[in-house]
Every structure is written in C-alpha cells, then in structure tokens.
C-alpha cells in the first residue's frame, strides 16, 4: 500500500498513484503529498486509481476535501483508472457528479 | 464444494492500522469458502472496512483497552458478518442521506450508507454496538 | 510492525477436507501478522494440520454434529495455537516413539510426534481434548 | 491440489507429481493413483515433490504403505525433488532411512 507522485512530462500534471487501498488507515498520506504539491504551487492534479484494491468512504471524503482545496486554488483534480466496482461506489454516493472522472490517465490530462 | 465452512471469528484491536489486515484475512476467508472473487474485491471489503472504523473510532472511541469482535459466516446463501464493539452503540434511524445536494460536499459521513447499498441485509442489536451485514451470493 | 494484532479464532466442522483451506487461512493471517514465511510453510502448517486432524478424527470421531475450534495469537514472542475438539480426550504421555526400529514401518503414529518435534512447546489440558502448541519467532 | 502422472520417456518409469499438499485429506489419491500403475504392471515410481507445499503424517504413513507394496512386487519407490524444509521431515520420523531421496528426478532415475 503506498501513493506515488510523478509529473506527466509533456503536460507537467501531476499523477497522484493509489497502489493498494485508499483508506482510513492511509489517506492521511495522500492527503499531505496533494497539500505539499499545492504548497509547491501545482495545481493540476489526476489521481490513477488503475492499481487501487478498495476505497471507502474517508477515502472518498480525502478526495471530496481535496478537490475542494485544488478548485479553491485554481485547478481541478481528476479521476482515472477506476475499475467498474470502483466506479459504482461513486456512482452510489452521487460523487460521480462531483468529480471528472476518465478511463486512462491520457484522458485525464486533456480534461483540464 | 462442501457445504460445512470453517467459521471464522476475529478478535481486532482498537487501531486503525490493523483494519486493511483483517478485511483481508476475511476476504481471502469468503473467496476460499465459494464467494465470487468479484464480491469479495470491493463491495464485501469496502462493507467491512466501514463497519471496522465505525467500531473503532465511534464504538470504542480508539480506546486501546477495547475490542472489536469480527464474526463471519458463509452459507449456500451468502456471508453473514457480524461487527460488535465495546461502546455504548447509536440510533442508526437518525444518520442522514450523504447524497443529498446540501451534503455532497462533506468529506464524512457516507459510511453506513455505503453499507446500507452494498449489503443485501443490514442490521444493528438494540443497543446499537453490534452490526450485521448480510451479502447473498448473486 | 504495530505490537497489537487480530486474534484469530476458527470454528471447524467435523470434516478432513476443510483441514487444508483452516490450515491455510491460520498460516496466511500469521505471515500477515509479522510470522516468517519460512516458519509458516512447512512447520506451523504441518503442526497445525496434525492437531486437527487428531482433533476431527478421534476427538470428535468424525461425528458431523461436532466442531473443533481454533484460536490464533501471534505475540512479539511467537505464535500459540489452540485447537479443541468435543471428544472425551486420551493421555498424551503414552504414545510411542514412532521412530524406534520396530515401529518405522508403521503407516500411523506420527502425528504427536511430529507436533512436540515441530512446536517449541505443547501442553494439553487435563481432559485431554485441547492441544496448546507455541512455536516462537526465530 | 492435484496429482499427476507421466512416465519418464527414456526409462519408463512412473513419476508423480504431488502439486500441493499430500496430507490426511488427499493422501488416498495418491495411494489409488499407485496401485492402479502396480495393476498395470508398473514397479518402479519416483515421487516428485519439486511442487509440494507441505506432506501431513498421514501423507508420510501412505508413502510407507506405498513403499512396501512396491517393494513386494519387486520394484521400488524413490522420492525426489524435496526442499529442505520437507526434507526434514523425513529426518525427525527416520523415515530417510526407509527411502531412497535424491535431489532431482534425473538423480532418481538413476537409483534404480
Ligand atoms: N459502532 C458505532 N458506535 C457508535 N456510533 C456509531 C457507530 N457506527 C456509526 N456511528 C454513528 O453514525 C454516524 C454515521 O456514521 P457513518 O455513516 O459511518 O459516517 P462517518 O463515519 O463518516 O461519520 C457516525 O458519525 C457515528 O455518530
Ligand atoms: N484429540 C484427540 N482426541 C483423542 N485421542 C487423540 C487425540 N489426538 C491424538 N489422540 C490419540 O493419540 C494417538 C496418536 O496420535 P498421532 O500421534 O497423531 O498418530 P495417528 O494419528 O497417526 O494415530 C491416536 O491414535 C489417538 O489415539
């Protein structure tokens, strides 16, 4: 379980990776890694969910506070990767409607 | 396939850390005892793992000296989990939609009602420290 | 490594074709809760699958309406297992010595004896029908 | 967990294969898969444990009571391919005094 960052070269986006679950025990990290690359003055970012076990619902409300703070600073951030069963726990909890969310990462970087 | 399962009971310690663990070992437990991989991958996970924290942060309140009592069943039917704390339990009528427009941008507050959509049954004991989740197999 | 772990308990029907799947459900949670891989292979895995064996076989005597029950706890110290069958129990101090020359053909009797080889310590209680076995870290 | 047998081309002899565990629950098999061969005229069988997770003492016992009925009928019955692991196993029971253990199939080939 771990999240790593890279920046997609030719768009300098900044991809967020979920390896394992997105969870209660966890999503702290994931938090303080999207404040650093805000403080850092990134604000795009996509988080690749294509590795991800489960996510529940903190994982989900890190990702509601986050895009929340991205937006405030002038960005977005978008969702990819996300397998069907992924994508149903958003689909349930209306966060579908809050989110971009596309299939791959290179539809990701030319939603913003 | 037979039909007796091994029964599996959890006793998990009142840590956050400890819970990808356990819905682990039960998910590997139900897909060794004939359910769908398919099920076990997120929506038995995701169920479990909302009823662990609840247990664990709201039950016993993160109370080290606390325990939470996991206790799994699979029939011809589906999995029966039950998830019992120590705490004083809560009225489970009471707890909001999350998907209503006013509330979609709160970060909490969605994990009973994921459950209440992933699990074909849930239940709670009078009190309200014990949870059961019921997920038929399809 | 967090010091606090689930405690594991089984509740195994009377059946040996659910030894395997019980057997591999204890090793999987005790590799996950910091045991040696290596440990678990062979040696937790076969100690284990020999008490429940003698557990389902002549504690219980193969009597479906009867359970055995396990329970797991992996310390900082090592592993203790459990297993308790419903049967009226035997006196351990009287099996023989499998390897002695007049016995080695023998296709029984091995089982005890590969348990006290494989565990650090094993007890039973005075009925005789719960074996205690602790292997402990390396 | 399977067994499988084949017959060793240049030799003729019959090798299994244990994939998985050989303990209280499958032990019949491989006794069955035995006598049927020793039916057919069969004496000479090499036990390949190169996939073997772990052997029960009711696997050893039916090794014992295979051994002996392959030695009646003239032949007999050498193990290979054990890691050390299982290996020891035989050396707690003495039960690698009663067998021929070689570290491959080809070494075992020539025991005969
Ligand atoms: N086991 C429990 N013991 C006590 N209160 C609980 C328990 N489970 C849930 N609750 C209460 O129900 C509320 C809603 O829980 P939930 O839907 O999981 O959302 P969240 O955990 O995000 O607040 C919690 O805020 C808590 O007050
Ligand atoms: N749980 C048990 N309940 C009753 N008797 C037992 C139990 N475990 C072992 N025994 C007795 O101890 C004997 C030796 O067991 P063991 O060393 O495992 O060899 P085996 O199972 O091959 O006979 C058994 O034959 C049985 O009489």
């Known amino acids: 379980m771990s999240f790593t960052v890279r920046k997609d070269e030719s768009s300098g986006i900044v991809v967020l990776g979920v390896d394992g679950q997105l969870i209660v025990g966890n999503r702290h990290e994931l938090k303080s890694k999207v404040m650093d690359a805000l403080d850092a003055g990134d604000t795009r970012f996509i988080v690749d969910f294509g590795n991800t076990g489960y996510i529940d619902s903190s994982g989900l409300g890190v990702l509601v506070s986050l895009a929340k703070k991205v937006r405030e600073a002038g960005g977005d951030l978008v969702l990819a990767g996300l397998n069907e069963d992924l994508r149903t726990l958003f689909e349930l909890t209306k966060l579908d409607t809050l989110f971009q969310i596309r299939d791959s990462i290179e539809d990701a970087v030319t939603a913003f | ?75 011809g039917v589906g999995v029966t989990m039950d998830v019992t704390d120590e705490g004083g339990g809560f009225d489970p009528s009471v707890v909001p939609d999350p998907t209503t427009a006013d509330r979609l941008m709160e970060t909490d507050g969605r994990g009973l009602f994921l459950i209440r959509q992933l699990a074909d049954e849930v239940s709670h004991n009078e009190r309200g420290n014990a949870i059961c989740m019921i997920m038929r197999h399809h």
Not at chain 2, 8 to 37: F, I, K, M, N
Not at chain 2, 68 to 73: A, L, N, S
Request: glycine letters at 2%.
């Open chain 2, 1 to 75: 396939m037979a039909t007796r399962h091994v029964e599996l009971s959890l006793r998990v310690p009142t840590a956050l850390d400890v819970v990808e663990e356990a819905v682990d070992l039960v998910a590997r437990h139900c897909v060794a005892s004939g359910v769908s991989p398919r099920a076990a991958r997120v929506r038995l996970r995701v169920a479990l793992c909302e009823a662990l924290a609840n247990a664990i942060v709201y039950g016993n309140e993160l109370d080290p000296s606390k325990r939470v009592d996991v206790r799994v069943r699979v029939s």
